[in-house]
């Protein structure tokens, strides 16, 4: 039994490796293949669909079948979505971003971003521009490439092989164990299994601060830093990784038997002896089987007229309600609305939630045991747990902080910290001669804290540096808000919001909080659903 316990944790380790790995780099695969938001949820679903297509009837199959080695087989089939989830990286060309201001020469250069002849076509808009002509510039997000499809089908191969995992390893601990430790068995388990998320979002956010086709361009003529949203990180490099763990993870349960003397009784009973016994013809099996997938749906039925059973249906709707979600957009809303870099963002769901939930996880089970709560008491928990860590969740409403103040979107010209939405141009007289588009966005920060859109909209006549050290001068639109001329500057990227680094710090002890509270009740909810 201690074999099948190390085995399994390690294989819970690698399925929550690779899945928390690929939860991180939601936003990479994003940007890499220029898909919406909306097809990033249906890639993120399609594991959830991969595991319902078998979870079910994996489950209920499940004393009847070879448990180890079914489960050696669902990580075989993890380990080749993550190989096939690679594909498109060596299929598509190279990551080329949106990228106006052109650079000559070496090391230091004076170009205009600013001037008529900067747009061949002259000036794409001008200052009676509204939001609803963006629609006009290509501004909607659109892919040229289906590549994408490998990712999605990969991740439906690993929600496909991830499924009997979890329930059948479960039931193998919970039929071969005293009933008194298998709580702490299965608490032991999964807590082990979280070092697996823990590191994965490790790997993401190493992984994130390396640029995609690391190996094949030159690092130092890129021109943005992983801040910056247009940045897409090395998201394939851990897959392979992910799909070797996954099928070190399978090699331990091929050697496994088909079933183990009962913990405590009769331990010197030879496993050979045992399973002579137990082990049944091929044609008994089959046929044993197919009598099962017959009686399935009137289990099934039986099943949801258990109340026990719909508690539990309804807590792990408040679970993934709270989870899920929030989980696969957490980096994009923590970069879009906290300005912190999709690496930093990963980096702190690794170290700082992973840990917490780790803890909840065997302080549950532990609870378990030494209260030796029954399955009424379990349900008691679980849901007095999940439904506080929901209501804690709507707090998160109140962690916000000011908006981007862009210049022509978000705030005039002006510099007025609000923007009338009848007063919106996206140019002005500063800039009105500079021939800027409005299909581009590549962002400075101006010495007035405005971001513009493009140096080009903040009127930069010059430039100086390289890569990510360019500096613009002679900003007209910056200089017109009362700078002098030696100080109408704009660097690279956004500029920073104040407001937003005091909020983070919140958003974080909150999160962890929920964590650790929907943590606690994860081992009792395990046990309701085999008990």
Same mark, same amino acid.
């Given at each position: ?306 109340? #026990?059973? =719909? %508690?539990?249906?309804?807590? &792990? *709707? $408040? ?6 979600? @929030? /989980? ?20 702190? #769901?690794? =170290? %700082?939630?992973?840990?917490? &939930? *780790? $803890? ?6 532990? @609870? /378990? ?163």
């Amino acid at each position: 039994l201690q074999v099948f316990l190390g085995a399994l944790a390690f294989s819970f380790f690698a399925k929550g490796f690779s899945g928390s790995y690929m939860k991180s780099m939601s936003s990479q695969i994003e940007r890499r293949f220029e898909i919406s938001s909306s097809i990033v949820g249906i890639i993120d679903g399609s594991f959830e669909i991969g595991n319902l297509l078998i979870m079910v009837l994996v489950s209920y199959l499940g004393p009847r079948v070879h448990r180890p080695k079914v489960i050696a087989i669902g990580c075989l089939i993890m380990s080749l979505g993550a190989f096939l989830s690679v594909m498109p990286q060596f299929l598509m060309g190279r990551y080329n971003y949106e990228r106006i201001t052109v650079t000559v020469d070496n090391s230091s250069t004076s170009v205009s971003a600013c001037s008529p002849e900067s747009s061949e076509g002259g000036p794409v808009t001008d200052a009676t521009e509204t939001p609803s002509a963006m629609k006009n510039f290509g501004c909607e997000k659109t892919t040229n490439s289906y590549l994408w499809l490998f990712v999605l089908v990969g991740n439906l191969l690993r929600g496909i092989g991830e499924a009997p995992v979890m329930p059948l390893g479960v039931s193998y601990i919970d039929d071969f164990s005293k009933e008194e430790n298998s709580a702490f068995y299965i608490g032991l388990v999964r807590s082990s299994g979280m070092f697996g998320p823990t590191l994965g979002f490790l790997l993401g956010s190493y992984c994130a601060s390396l640029w995609v086709d690391i190996g094949i361009v030159d690092i130092n003529a890129i021109s943005i830093n992983p801040k910056d949203t247009r940045w897409v990180g090395a998201w394939w490099l851990g897959l392979l990784i992910c799909g070797t763990v996954s099928f070190i993870a399978s090699l331990p349960f091929w050697f496994l038997p088909y079933s183990l003397p009962k913990e405590g009784e009769n331990g010197n009973l030879k496993i050979s002896h045992l399973m002579s016994k137990q082990l049944f013809s091929v044609f008994s099996r089959v046929y044993s089987i197919y009598l099962s997938i017959a009686d399935f749906f009137p289990a099934l039925k039986k099943l949801f007229g258990n109340p #026990i059973f =719909v %508690v539990y249906i309804f807590l &792990t *709707i $408040l679970q993934y309600n709270s989870i899920v979600g @929030l /989980i696969t957009y957490e980096t994009k809303f923590m970069e879009q609305q906290f300005n912190v870099s999709v690496a930093r963002a990963i980096f702190l #769901i690794g =170290v %700082v939630l992973l840990p917490v &939930t *780790i $803890l909840g996880m065997f302080l549950g089970g532990f @609870l /378990i045991k030494k209260l030796k709560l029954h399955i009424t008491e379990m349900t008691k928990f679980a849901c007095i747990t999940f439904i506080g860590a929901y209501l804690l969740s709507l707090l998160y409403f109140m962690c916000s902080c000011e908006v981007l103040q862009v210049a022509g979107l978000t705030a005039p010209y002006s510099g007025l910290k609000h923007l009338s939405s009848l007063k919106i141009s996206f140019m002005d007289s500063c800039n009105d001669d500079c021939g800027c588009k409005l299909d581009q966005w590549d962002p400075v920060c101006g010495d007035n804290g405005i971001t513009y859109m493009t140096a080009c909209f903040a009127g930069c006549k010059s430039s100086s540096g390289m890569g990510k050290n360019m500096v613009f001068h002679n900003c007209s639109c910056v200089e017109g808000q009362g700078h002098g001329l030696g100080n109408s500057s704009a660097v690279l990227g956004q500029c920073q919001r104040e407001s937003c680094t005091k909020a983070f710090p919140y958003f974080l002890a909150l999160q962890t909080a929920c964590a650790f509270i929907l943590a606690l009740g994860g081992t009792p909810t395990y046990m309701i659903m085999f008990r």
